[in-house]
């Protein structure tokens, strides 16, 4: 049986015999408030060329200093990831010429990285599969290029100095990945790591988190990589995902035709879905790296090390755990609940307020998540407190209202920022709980209604609903639905 045919003009039944092999470098702008070898600030979107000096300007005889702030938030990071520190690490000069680039070179670390030999566990299929990272090291960042007008006339260019030297961290992964999925789960899984450690804003928007990917294809079953190509330019995850997707097939196709793959750059052209080269290999830059001689090697003591770690903020994974074993939620529930440090902080806050974990949670998923989503917020600007939130579910909890009008009173909340208790007097939603009151409303109901009782002394059970829709609605729906239930039993039966 033959598959679909593909864009490339490769069947479905061709790709299959073919496996990708991925490696991700992922780009991280660390937050500091100044830059890695001077001290201005890093402060985004402010006037073009304001935050300079001659260091990261790139004058001659300019020193660059490094920034004990940013190496610790660099370390911090390479923990996270398991990485193991190298007690010696060294800058070096990566020369090449860029209108962005006044020195005329990139600092970066070379043959001695900050940090080695780490991994991480990403999400697949229901269970985890684990990632290495070759290295982490820092470098600093080059301006930033704006041009402007159409392309054949009048174009203007211009240079941003502003973010020029602020200070990145490179993490380059292991040819681990065997599909796109898999990139995809590991940019998802180490941007909310990176998150939680406070290393970096992981803004893509504003470039804080930029990821080259690197793909080539092998036919199952054999053990030798193909060729690789490089993709730049993917400012989404869901971008990284579609263009690894074009680039497999096109690769495939290319081999599959009798062709060879070239080692090259390729950049991912959004608006017509497809990769196309940017360079070649071949007319790549011998960068010529050399030992950075107006900076001293880069010396992380044990003590430094373990200092940092004893700071390390708990991380997704262990907070999973934690509120798996003391809270009795879903793993379901927890992984919602994680996805970010605020929102399991808001989680736990209300907890902590006397909200039962089981009920918090479901609060907090069906009803505050999506009403914070539906008018575009964040968890941390709730308009309902934690504290405001754990009022009213002990409030349901305790059968002071239904459930239905807990969700009335959670609506106002959300509107109003009000308490729950003066939102449940003012709109006098108190659920009746007096039997006595409850049976006096069950006798009118009846009496109205000889039919249906009839109906209902006949055997004709479905005819209990009917008394039971007539209750809610005679106390707007404030009855309380178990005594309701028990009194109309006693009074037909
Ligand atoms: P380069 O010398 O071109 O920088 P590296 O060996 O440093 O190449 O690897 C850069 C990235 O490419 C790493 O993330 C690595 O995992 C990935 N990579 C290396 N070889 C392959 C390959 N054959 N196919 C896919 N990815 C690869
Ligand atoms: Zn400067
Ligand atoms: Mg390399």
Redesign the pocket.
């Known amino acids: 049986m033959s598959g679909t045919t593909q864009q490339s003009g490769v069947s479905s039944d061709v790709l299959a015999h073919y496996e990708p092999?991925?490696?991700?470098?992922v780009h991280l702008q660390l937050k500091t408030a100044s830059k890695i070898f001077c001290a201005c600030s890093t402060r985004f979107g402010d006037a073009p060329n304001s935050n300079t000096c001659p260091v990261c300007l790139g004058l001659p005889g300019a020193l660059p200093v490094l920034n004990r702030g940013a190496l610790a938030l660099a370390i911090r990071a390479a923990l996270a990831l398991h990485c193991t520190i190298q007690e010696r690490s060294r800058f070096a000069r990566k020369n090449y010429f860029y209108p962005d680039l006044p020195k005329g070179y990139q600092i970066s670390m070379y043959e001695m990285p900050l940090a080695t030999a780490g991994w991480l566990e990403i999400p697949l299929d229901g269970a985890t599969k684990r990632i290495g990272i070759?290295r982490l090291h820092m470098e600093d960042d080059a301006a930033k290029n704006l041009h402007e007008g159409f392309p054949d006339s009048d174009r203007s260019s211009y240079i941003d100095f502003n973010r020029c030297g602020v200070p990145l961290v490179e993490i380059?992964?292991?040819?681990?990945f065997r599909s796109p999925e898999e990139a995809y789960a590991y940019l998802t899984t180490l941007k909310q790591v990176l998150e939680y450690t406070d290393v970096s804003d992981c803004n893509m928007e504003e470039g804080s988190l930029r990821c080259d990917a690197?793909?080539?294809v092998r036919r199952r079953g054999t053990e030798k990589?193909?060729?690789?190509v490089?993709m730049k330019n993917l400012n989404s995850f869901r971008y990284l995902q579609r263009a690894l997707e074009f680039e497999i097939e096109r690769q495939i196709g290319v081999l599959e035709s009798g062709g060879r793959i070239e080692?090259e750059t390729r950049l991912w052209n959004v608006a017509v879905g497809q990769t196309e080269p940017m360079r070649s290999?071949e007319f790549a830059h011998d960068y010529r790296y050399f030992p950075e001689p107006d900076l001293l090697p880069v010396h992380v003591s044990e003590n430094w090390k373990k200092e940092i770690l004893a700071q390390m903020p708990e991380l997704p994974a262990a907070k999973r755990a934690r509120f798996l074993r003391d809270f009795q939620i879903t793993p379901y529930d927890a992984g919602v609940l994680t996805a970010t440090r605020a929102l399991a902080d808001y989680f736990e806050a209300v907890v902590a307020a006397g909200a039962p974990p089981k009920s918090a949670a479901n609060w907090i998923q069906t009803e505050l998540l999506r009403r914070l989503n539906d008018a575009g917020k964040e968890i941390d600007q709730s308009p309902i407190a934690p504290a405001s939130l754990a009022a009213l579910v002990k409030i349901v909890e305790s059968g002071q209202i239904t459930g239905a009008s807990g969700k009335k009173v959670f609506a106002k909340m959300f509107e109003s920022g009000g308490a729950p208790e003066q939102i449940i007097a003012a709109e006098g939603m108190t659920q009746i709980s007096d039997s006595s009151e409850i049976e006096r409303i069950a006798r009118e109901i009846i009496e109205k209604n000889p039919d249906q009782l009839a109906k209902y002394k006949a055997g004709n059970e479905g005819v209990f609903k009917f008394f039971v829709g007539q209750m809610m609605r005679a106390s707007r729906g404030q009855a309380n639905p178990q005594l309701v239930n028990d009194i109309l039993k006693r009074l037909l039966g």
Do not use: R, Y
């Open positions: 092999v991925i490696g991700l470098e070759t380059v992964s292991e040819p681990d690197n793909v080539s990589f193909g060729v690789k490089e080692q290999k």
